[in-house]
């Protein structure tokens, strides 16, 4: 079963709008991590939070952490057209490479 | 510096034929991870090699699925006589080192595989 689960499934925004999307999961994790695909392409690493952080800043990424809920948030602010992508949580459960992926938060950015 | 590079990225495949999904991975890599990842979900492990070790495959099915990463060459993710369930996209990520210090994973393009 999956471990995270991104919510929106899809998000459609306007350029300068700011994009959030968030991930839930089910069991403790020692870090989790966002990635970004364009269509057809492979997995980009965005940034990661480890279990014992609840914000990290990457650039125009925020990214929070609650372990109490569960939950991380993504927020891109200023979106560009090049934003446009699908954007998928992993969860690492037991400090190994089986990264838990969810399905997926698609985001269009309007020019 | 080259990234992880996978071929073919598309292959076509009949019912009962043999896909073969190549990886090499970056430069200084030594571990590679297979992944897969279905229409519509995110992606699946399957399997976790070191140069002629297979550590980790739990996540491979039993039967039909094969993968090495020889001391020369490519790593390979084998799938015989497929099935239209084996189509997906397949993805190869590396790492430097043992997982769990830095905690990222470089990704391939992938290699998209359809069953006719």
């Known amino acids: 079963s999956q471990q995270g689960e991104e919510d929106p499934q899809a998000l459609s925004i306007q350029e300068g709008e700011n994009a959030t999307m968030n991930c839930s999961y089910k069991t403790s994790i020692n870090n989790l991590q966002w990635y970004r695909q364009n269509s057809g392409r492979g997995l980009v690493h965005l940034i990661l939070?480890?279990?014992?952080?609840r914000e990290k800043h990457s650039g125009r990424l925020r990214v929070t952490l609650d372990t109490s809920k569960k939950s991380s948030s993504l927020l891109i602010t200023a979106s560009r057209a090049a934003d446009t992508a699908s954007y998928f949580c992993?969860?690492?459960?037991?400090?190994?490479?089986?990264?838990?992926f969810g399905a997926g938060t698609t985001v269009t950015v309007r020019a | 510096n080259a990234g992880v590079m996978q071929n073919p990225r598309h292959l076509v495949r009949r019912r009962g034929q043999e896909a073969r999904l190549r990886c090499s991975p970056m430069k200084g890599h030594s571990h590679v991870y297979w992944y897969r990842q279905l229409p519509e979900e995110g992606l699946k492990f399957m399997v976790y090699l070191q140069k002629e070790n297979i550590i980790d495959e739990s996540g491979m099915p039993k039967e039909r699925f094969s993968a090495e990463f020889p001391k020369e060459g490519p790593s390979i993710l084998r799938i015989q006589q497929v099935v239209r369930g084996d189509s997906a996209a397949y993805f190869c990520?590396?790492?430097?080192?043992?997982?769990?210090?830095?905690?990222?994973?470089?990704f391939g393009e992938g290699s998209r595989l359809t069953v006719l």
């Open positions: 939070i480890r279990s014992n952080e």
């Open positions: 990520a590396s790492s430097p080192i043992a997982w769990g210090n830095t905690g990222e994973l470089f």
């Open positions: 992993a969860t690492d459960e037991s400090n190994d490479y089986k990264l838990s």
